[in-house]
């Protein structure tokens, strides 16, 4: 379409006559929250609740400011910088329709690579009382061989020796604590929304190790003035794609250059635990609790590792999309297998959760046709999901000598999917912080020794040493090689 209008403030009204646009003042909004990472989920998640509360009118000291962190962010900073922020919020609905939105709670954005010194004054500033963090389960510098903060990390040697230009979050959040002591000013709160069980916790723990040998005396001014509520997201927002850019043009005449989509379902349940205050996301819909960390453990092992393991096993057999995969019936029938036999037990008592209906809404969710929700996105940077998605599940059965039966097959199926390649042939497109030495383990594996795949000691731990599962592994790795996926996905589940 040749007169589609460009998503910008100045077009705000026009566009508002197509979909339904910001009506509150976006220029009278306070910055009281900064977030980092500013990618899809973030844009279909806090930013969507705050946009909604904004919406409601009264409100108006929680805008956002959205710190791209990474230079791989660049492009979705540029689209934004150029859209004062906005963008189209697509709602892919079961039937198949769009609910579309322009959502307008971000209202400043800052590129860090080029500016660390804005965005250390940002964060430090006394407006901002909640910083919040989209950073992925990799972006927490843990090392599952040590147990520990990663110091190995080049990174994170560079922050401790240019603290006033930082790379990582850790140093960025140090140099603004400090700053934030030394002028008297308040304490605020940072709110992990990964998926990582405990992601409160895990980000203080994780903070105060770095600060803790960058700026020891600063340990105790966080411990006092920083909440670290622990917090569970959840909407899947897969990737977007040229056609969803084509489809809101030809659809809505609307020119986004970077707009989100992603399934109608919404969760947030959050910690009530606030240094300096907080957005009442309770009235559009997220929940406060007191412990938050059973329903984490719920959500990650059941759907995160479900999208693991229908990505993994989805990917050797060649589909391209998480929906292609779970209508194979085999492999839905895996996945639920896996879901009762290997998950369930290790959950104990979830109050008010139906459980069974979660986990058949999940089956339902990872169905949508119209999500396509790539493949390679789930399967990206499995090194850091495993540790949190599946490997705490095997722990403990292996602990209270349960099966681990699916679990090992699906681990068996990530060392085949780590050399590269389907069981077609086709080449697969692995991003992974780690994929060099997965291509290696994997190589090493699949030339007779199947257990040298665990030796990647920062993803399996202490695994290795494990007989039960090492032998587990070792059968079905072997398996895989001799009869193909799909026959072993079929045998464990007629098991
Ligand atoms: C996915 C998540 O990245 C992954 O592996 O499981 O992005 C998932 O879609 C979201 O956590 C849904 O809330």
């Not at 004054?121 to 910083?131: L, T």
């Not at 966080?222 to 043009?249: G, Y």
Request: one cysteine or more; proline letters at 4%.
């Amino acid at each position: 379409m040749n007169n589609s209008i460009k998503l910008n403030q100045k077009n705000l009204v026009e566009i508002a006559h197509k979909i339904p646009c910001p009506t509150y003042d976006r220029s009278k909004l306070k910055t009281g929250i900064v977030h980092v990472g500013i990618g899809g989920f973030h844009r279909a998640h806090e930013a969507f609740y705050t946009d909604r509360l904004l919406e409601d009118g009264s409100i108006t000291d929680w805008g956002i400011c959205g710190i791209a962190l990474l230079e791989f962010d660049t492009k979705i900073y540029n689209s934004l910088k150029e859209q004062d922020g906005l963008y189209t919020l697509i709602i892919k609905e079961l039937d198949g329709s769009h609910t579309k939105r322009v959502i307008g709670s971000i209202v400043e954005y800052l590129y860090a690579p080029e500016n660390p010194t804005t965005v250390i004054e940002k964060m430090a500033s006394s407006e901002v009382k909640i910083i919040t963090l989209t950073i992925t389960e990799g972006g927490y510098n843990y090392s599952e061989a040590t147990q520990s903060f990663d110091f190995t990390n080049p990174n994170i040697q560079y922050d401790l020796k240019h603290p006033e230009a930082p790379k990582t979050i850790f140093g960025y959040l140090t140099q603004a604590f400090k700053l934030r002591k030394e002028r008297g000013l308040e304490g605020c709160t940072l709110q992990s929304c990964d998926n990582i069980q405990g992601n409160g916790h895990m980000a203080k723990r994780m903070l105060l190790s770095y600060v803790q040998k960058a700026e020891p005396e600063l340990v105790s001014w966080i411990e006092t003035h920083v909440a670290f509520p622990n917090s569970m997201v959840d909407r899947i927002t897969p990737a977007t794609s040229a056609a969803d850019i084509e489809n809101l043009k030809a659809s809505s005449g609307i020119d986004d250059a970077w707009p989100v989509v992603c399934e109608p379902f919404k969760q947030w349940v959050i910690e009530d635990d606030f240094t300096a205050g907080r957005p009442a996301w309770e009235t559009v819909g997220a929940q406060f609790v007191e412990d938050v960390v059973p329903y984490e453990k719920m959500k990650l092992s059941l759907l995160n590792a479900g999208h693991t393991v229908l990505g993994i096993i989805g990917a050797l057999m060649g589909y391209d999309t998480i929906d292609e995969s779970v209508h194979n019936p085999q492999i839905s029938a895996f996945l639920k297998n896996y879901m009762d036999i290997e998950v369930t037990p290790t959950l104990g008592a979830l109050e008010g959760v139906d459980l069974d209906g979660y986990k058949k809404s999940l089956l339902e969710r990872f169905g949508n046709i119209n999500i396509k929700d790539q493949i390679d996105r789930i399967c990206s940077e499995s090194s850091a999901k495993f540790p949190i998605f599946v490997l705490p599940t095997v722990n403990t059965n292996l602990e209270k000598k349960g099966s681990i039966a699916f679990a090992s097959l699906v681990i068996a199926a990530w060392a085949m999917y780590s050399i590269g390649k389907d069981e077609n042939g086709k080449a697969l497109n692995i991003k992974d912080a780690m994929k060099s030495i997965l291509n290696e383990k994997g190589l090493a594996a699949s030339t007779g020794d199947p257990k040298a795949f665990l030796e990647i000691e920062t993803v399996f731990g202490k695994l290795k040493d494990s007989p039960t599962f090492v032998a587990a592994f070792t059968k079905a790795y072997k398996n895989i090689a001799e009869k193909g996926i799909a026959t072993c996905v079929v045998e464990q589940n007629n098991k």
